[in-house]
C-alpha cells in the first residue's frame, strides 16, 4: 500500500466515525478532544510525529503541539495548537495548524486574523485552521488585517471530501510529510498570484502584501519618528545625536518587552498599560528600572534622558506610540517572528538616523549607507554556510569545557546577524552534547524536559560570555548586537525557568556583554590620534579602537579562533563626484593596509589584511565578499597576500546575485586557515540560490595559482594547462598586439543623450546592447560630444579611425563586430585598436568572438550566466593572441583565411539585416552557422589545439 492509499484509509475511517456520532457538533465538545480525537489523528495519518511516538527529544520534534494555552488576555496572545517543521531546521516552520471545536463557525474574521497572524509572522505562506468538520488552507502573505481576512487564495475542504480520493489528494500532496519534504509548499505559495501595482494590491490583497520583515520595518520607521516628534516637542535643545540615541533606546526597550509578552517570558502585558493613568512615560521608565533589576543587559540600563518628565504633549504622543505597539493593536507576535527575521530588520532600521533642526525632527539615511549605496543585509543560508564552516568546523568533538575557551568574533557586526548564528550554532551543539552524555549533564546540572536535557539560562549565558564578541564603528549597532544575542539567550524560555535563575543564582538573567560587544573603529588604531590633533567631534567619528587593551586576554594568547561576517564593500577615493573621505585617513589605511592601497582602497580588502593580525594561528576565518576578489587586476597583491599568511580551504563562487539591490555582480565566500599549507583547495560553484546546496566542485592547485601572473584563485587545472600550452606557442597577450579603451562616460545621460541630433555636435552612438557578434546595430541614439562636460573618455581619436573592432562590455562573454562608420560608443562597451599592421583587424576579430577565446576568458573570469556581469579591460589584456610568422607560408596561409572567413561573416549578417525575404534569412541563417563553424575550427589549428583540448573547449560552449 502506497503512503497515499495508506494516509487515505486511516482519514476515511476518521470521518465516517466523525459523521455517525451528532454529540461532535454539540458546544460541550471541547477543542482538546476534537484534537485528541481527530486532528492529532488526521495529521499521523499524513505521515507526522504528533504523538512524539518516534521523536522524543523536544528539541528536535518536528511537531510541536502547544498543550497548555494562555487566554486571559487578546486572542492573538495564544499559541498555534501545531507548529510543523523539517529537521533539522527546528526554527523555521513549514506550516501551522490553529484547531477549533466543530460547534464553532470555523469560517470568523477572528479565527481568520489568528491563523493568517501566525503564518505571516514566520513567513509560512499559508496556515491551516481546522475543526476537523472543514480545512480551510489560508493564504498567509498578506498583513493581517481584521476586516480583510477573507481576502486571499482560500481554499476549504468538508470532512466529506476526505471520502473523495481526488479531492483528498489536494490535501495529502500539500500537507502531508513527503509533500512538505518535497517542498509542495513553497511550490503552491509560488503559483498564488501575485499582486503587481497598486491597483491590484488594493483589489487582491487589502490587508497589504508585504513580508513580515518589510512591513515591521516600515512600523518601526514610523514610530522612530513618532517618538524623535514626541522627545523634541518637550525639549526643542536636543540635537540629532541624542534623539537618535534616545529613540533607538526606546525602541529597542519597548521591542524587547513585547518580546518577553509573547514568549510568555513575563507575566503581564506591560506596552498595553503605559499612559493608563496619563503618565506613559513615568510607568515606562518604572517598568524599565524594575526589568533592569530583573534582566540586566544594555536595554534596560539607566539614560540620562530617563529623569525626564515629558510635557503632557509628549506623553500623549508617546502613549499612543505605545498603544498602537501593543499585543491588542498589531500584528506583530514575537514569539513566532524569526530571531534571524528581527535581526533583518534591524539591520536596515540603523541604516537611518533622526536629523534635528530647530523644533523640527526629520528620518534620513546615514551618510555611511549614502557612502555604500544602501543596506544589505545578509540571507540567513549565507550565515549558516559561514558559520559551519567555522564556528562548527572548531567545536567538532569538543567537550564544553574545551569550547568555553575558544573565542569568535565578527569585527564589523552590524546588528549581530553572524553572532547570532554563531551563538544558535553553540547551543544546538551543547544540547546534543550533553544528550549524548546523559553523566556530563547531570553533573553540568542541564535542565531535563520530557526526558530530554535543555541547557539552563545560566549555561547559556556562560556560554554566550565566553564565546562570542563583536565590534562595530556605530554605536547603535553595537546596542542592537546586545539586544538580538539576548533576544537569542530567551528564545526558548519560559516565566519558571527565567525566575529559576534569579531564585538559584542570585543573579539577574542577562549577562553583561559590555565587555564582549564594543563600539568602534576596527580598522583604525588609537595610534592615529599621534598624527595630528583632532577635535573631539571628529576624534568621536572616527572612533579609533585598540585591540590590545579591549581584549588583552584574548590577543595576548594568540588572537581569536574564529572570524566571520559580511565586512561594508564601500570603496574609497571613487572621483570628483563621489563622498571624500579625510586625506588623514586615506593616508594611515594605505600605510597601515599595504596589500590593499595599490589601486582603490575598499573596505572589504582592509578588514581581510587586518583579520590576518587578529587571528591564531589555528583559527579559521570566513566571510562573504565581492567575487572580484577571484581575479580582479587591483586586488593581485591581496591574493599574493592571501597565498602568503592563510591555507585556502574554500572558495565558493556564487554566480548569481545574493544582495537583490547592491550593483556588486557576484560574490564569494572564503574559508581561510592559518594552519599547514596543503596542495590543493576547492573551488565551489553555484549559478543560482538553488544550486547553493549542491554545488559544482573541482580542485584547485597551490602551485598552478602561484604561477599565475594575476594568482587568479579560480582557474581550474584542465584550463591552467591549455593556456600554458597557447601561451608557449609563439602567443602574446592581447594588449601587446591592441589598445583597448572603455567608451564614453557621460555623467548624466538625460543632458548628453538623445535620440535625435541637435546639431552637428551631436554624434551617433552605440551602446553595448547595440553590438552583436560580427553586428553593429545603430539605435537612433546620439550624444552631444562636448569633452570638456562629458565625464571621461572622451578622446576623439578612440572613435575616430578608419576600422576598429567594438565590444559589448556588460556581458558575460566575449561579442564583437568592425566600425567602419566612425561610431562613439557608450562605457558599455570596449572600443580595440590594432598597434601592429603584422595582423589584420579580421584576423583578431575572428580569434575574439571564437570559442577558444570565450572558453579562456571565462576560465578567467567565472561571470557565466551572472546578472549584470561586465566584460572588464583588465580580464582581457592578457588574452593570448597567435601572433603570425611571417616566414611560415601556413601562417600567412591560416590568417588570410580568417580574414576571409571573417570578411564573409560580416557581410552575411549586413545582408541578413537588410533582407524582407524569409527564404533569404533561412539561407543567411544557416550561412552564418556554417561560418562560424569554420572559424572555430581554424582556430583550433592556428592555436595548435589537440582533440583533448578540442573536446574540452567545446563541451564547455555546450548549452
Not at 428 to 438: G, L
Not at 626 to 635: K, L
Not at 738 to 751: E, S, V
Not at 896 to 905: A, G
Request: aromatic share 12%; glycine share 4%.
Amino acid at each position: 500500500m502506497t503512503n497515499f492509499s495508506k494516509a487515505h484509509a486511516g482519514i476515511i475511517e476518521l470521518a465516517k466515525i466523525f459523521q455517525d456520532q451528532y454529540h461532535y457538533f454539540m458546544d460541550k465538545y471541547s477543542e482538546a478532544e476534537v484534537r485528541k480525537d481527530f486532528i492529532d489523528k488526521f495529521f499521523t495519518a499524513l505521515g507526522w510525529d504528533v504523538d512524539h511516538n518516534f521523536q522524543h527529544n523536544p528539541y528536535t520534534q518536528e511537531v510541536k503541539v502547544e498543550k497548555s494555552q494562555r487566554q486571559s488576555h487578546a486572542k492573538s496572545q495564544k499559541r498555534a495548537d501545531y507548529a510543523f517543521f523539517l529537521r533539522p531546521d527546528y526554527k523555521n516552520p513549514k506550516f501551522f495548524v490553529e484547531a477549533k471545536k466543530p460547534s464553532r463557525n470555523l469560517k470568523n474574521a477572528d479565527d481568520y486574523f489568528q491563523t493568517i497572524r501566525y503564518g505571516w509572522n514566520a513567513g509560512t505562506g499559508i496556515s491551516i485552521l481546522t475543526d476537523f468538520e472543514e480545512l480551510h488552507i489560508i493564504d498567509c502573505r498578506y498583513k493581517p488585517d481584521i476586516d480583510q481576512v477573507f481576502t486571499g487564495q482560500h481554499k476549504v475542504f468538508n470532512y466529506q471530501d476526505y471520502l473523495d480520493a481526488e479531492k483528498f489528494s489536494d490535501i495529502f500532496w500539500l500537507l502531508s510529510y513527503e509533500a512538505v519534504a518535497d517542498g509542495n509548499i513553497e511550490k503552491y505559495v509560488d503559483a498564488l498570484p501575485k499582486p503587481r501595482g497598486g491597483a491590484r494590491q488594493a483589489q487582491l490583497f487589502k490587508g497589504g502584501y508585504m513580508s513580515i520583515d518589510n512591513s515591521f520595518l516600515e512600523y518601526l520607521d514610523d514610530i522612530r519618528e513618532k517618538l524623535a516628534k514626541a522627545f523634541k516637542q518637550h525639549d526643542e535643545n536636543l540635537d540629532s545625536e541624542i534623539l537618535t540615541e534616545v529613540v533607538q533606546r526606546t525602541v529597542d526597550r519597548l521591542v524587547f518587552m513585547r518580546f518577553l509578552e509573547d514568549k510568555l517570558i513575563e507575566p503581564e502585558n506591560h506596552v498595553s498599560e503605559f499612559g493608563k493613568r496619563n503618565t506613559a512615560w513615568r510607568d515606562f521608565i518604572t517598568t524599565c528600572m524594575k526589568m533592569q533589576a530583573k534582566y540586566n543587559g544594555l536595554v534596560f540600563q539607566t539614560h540620562p534622558f530617563d529623569n525626564q518628565n515629558l510635557s503632557e504633549t509628549s506623553d500623549k504622543m508617546f502613549s499612543q506610540v505605545c498603544e498602537n505597539f501593543s499585543h491588542l493593536n498589531t500584528p506583530y507576535d514575537f514569539n513566532v517572528i524569526p530571531i534571524h527575521i528581527l535581526g533583518s530588520i534591524y539591520e536596515r532600521f540603523l541604516g537611518k538616523i533622526v536629523v534635528a533642526t530647530g523644533k523640527r525632527v526629520r528620518i534620513e539615511e546615514k551618510l555611511e549607507v549614502r557612502k555604500a549605496g544602501g543596506v544589505y543585509y545578509t540571507p540567513k543560508y549565507i550565515v549558516d554556510y559561514i558559520v559551519k564552516g567555522t564556528v562548527g568546523k572548531l567545536i567538532e568533538g569538543k567537550t564544553p569545557k574545551e569550547i568555553a575557551k575558544l573565542k569568535f568574533i565578527d569585527i564589523a557586526c552590524g546588528s549581530g546577524t553572524f553572532l547570532i548564528g554563531a551563538l544558535e550554532t553553540l547551543f544546538e551543539y551543547h544540547i546534543q552534547f550533553y544528550n549524548n552524555y546523559p553523566e556530563e549533564a547531570r553533573k553540568d546540572k542541564c535542565h531535563q524536559i520530557d526526558g530530554a536535557f535543555a541547557l539552563t539560562i545560566k549555561q547559556k549565558s556562560n556560554i554566550l560570555k565566553n564565546n562570542i564578541f563583536g565590534i562595530d564603528i556605530d554605536h547603535q549597532a553595537a546596542e542592537v548586537t546586545q539586544l538580538s544575542l539576548y533576544l537569542k539567550m530567551l528564545e526558548d524560555e519560559t516565566t519558571a525557568t527565567a525566575n529559576e535563575m534569579m531564585v538559584l543564582f542570585h543573579e539577574k538573567i542577562l549577562p553583561d556583554l559590555s565587555t564582549n560587544i564594543k563600539c568602534g573603529n576596527s580598522l583604525v588604531d588609537m595610534d592615529i590620534l599621534r598624527t595630528q590633533l583632532f577635535d573631539f567631534k571628529e576624534e568621536r567619528l572616527l572612533n579609533p579602537f585598540n585591540f590590545d587593551s579591549s581584549f588583552p586576554d584574548i590577543i595576548r594568547r594568540g588572537g581569536f579562533d574564529g572570524i566571520i561576517g559580511n565586512p561594508p564593500y564601500r570603496t574609497l577615493l571613487l572621483g570628483k563626484k563621489q563622498f571624500a573621505e579625510p586625506e588623514y585617513l586615506i593616508q594611515y589605511l594605505t600605510v597601515n593596509y599595504p596589500y590593499s592601497s595599490t589601486y582603490k582602497l575598499n573596505l572589504f580588502s582592509l578588514f581581510i589584511e587586518k583579520s590576518k593580525h587578529l587571528l591564531n594561528k589555528n583559527g579559521v576565518f570566513a566571510y562573504i565578499i565581492p567575487s572580484a576578489i577571484n581575479q580582479a587586476h587591483q586586488f593581485r597583491p591581496l591574493r599574493k597576500f592571501i597565498l602568503d599568511n592563510f591555507n585556502i580551504d574554500i572558495i565558493y563562487d556564487l554566480r548569481y546575485k545574493v544582495f537583490n539591490e547592491a550593483e556588486i555582480g557576484g560574490n564569494t565566500i572564503f574559508v581561510f586557515t592559518k594552519s599547514k599549507k596543503k596542495d590543493q583547495f576547492s573551488l565551489l560553484t553555484a549559478k543560482n540560490e538553488k544550486e547553493f546546496g549542491i554545488p559544482q566542485i573541482s580542485d584547485i592547485y597551490f602551485a598552478d595559482v602561484e604561477k599565475d601572473i594575476d594568482y587568479s584563485f579560480v582557474i581550474e587545472k584542465s584550463a591552467k594547462t591549455l593556456l600554458d600550452k597557447i601561451s608557449a606557442n609563439n602567443s602574446v597577450p592581447l594588449d601587446q598586439v591592441a589598445r583597448i579603451y572603455q567608451g564614453i562616460i557621460t555623467g548624466d545621460n538625460k543632458k548628453f543623450l538623445s535620440n535625435t541630433p541637435k546639431d552637428d555636435k551631436w554624434k551617433k552612438i552605440l551602446r553595448g546592447k547595440d553590438v552583436h557578434r560580427y553586428a553593429l546595430q545603430f539605435n537612433n541614439n546620439y550624444v552631444l560630444y562636448s569633452p570638456e562636460e562629458l565625464w571621461s573618455n572622451t578622446d576623439p581619436k578612440m572613435f575616430n579611425v578608419p576600422k576598429k573592432i567594438i565590444s559589448r562590455q556588460t556581458s558575460d562573454k566575449l561579442i564583437a563586430s568592425i566600425d567602419e562608420e566612425g561610431y562613439f560608443t557608450l562605457d558599455s562597451t570596449h572600443v580595440i585598436h590594432l598597434k601592429t599592421d603584422s595582423i589584420a583587424l579580421e584576423y583578431l576579430l575572428g580569434i575574439y568572438n571564437s570559442k577558444l577565446f570565450n572558453y579562456l576568458y571565462q576560465s578567467r573570469v567565472k561571470e557565466s550566466g551572472r546578472v549584470f556581469a561586465q566584460v572588464k579591460t583588465v580580464n582581457l589584456k592578457p588574452l593570448p593572441i597567435k601572433l603570425v610568422d611571417k616566414k611560415k607560408s601556413q601562417d600567412i596561409e591560416d590568417h588570410d583565411m580568417m580574414v576571409l572567413l571573417v570578411k564573409q561573416l560580416l557581410d552575411a549578417k549586413r545582408q541578413f539585416n537588410t533582407s524582407t525575404s524569409l527564404k533569404d534569412q533561412e539561407y543567411l541563417t544557416r550561412k552564418f552557422i556554417s561560418l562560424d563553424h569554420q572559424i572555430d575550427q581554424l582556430v583550433y589549428k592556428i592555436y595548435a589545439l589537440d582533440e583533448s583540448d578540442i573536446q574540452l573547449v567545446e563541451s564547455a560552449a555546450s548549452p
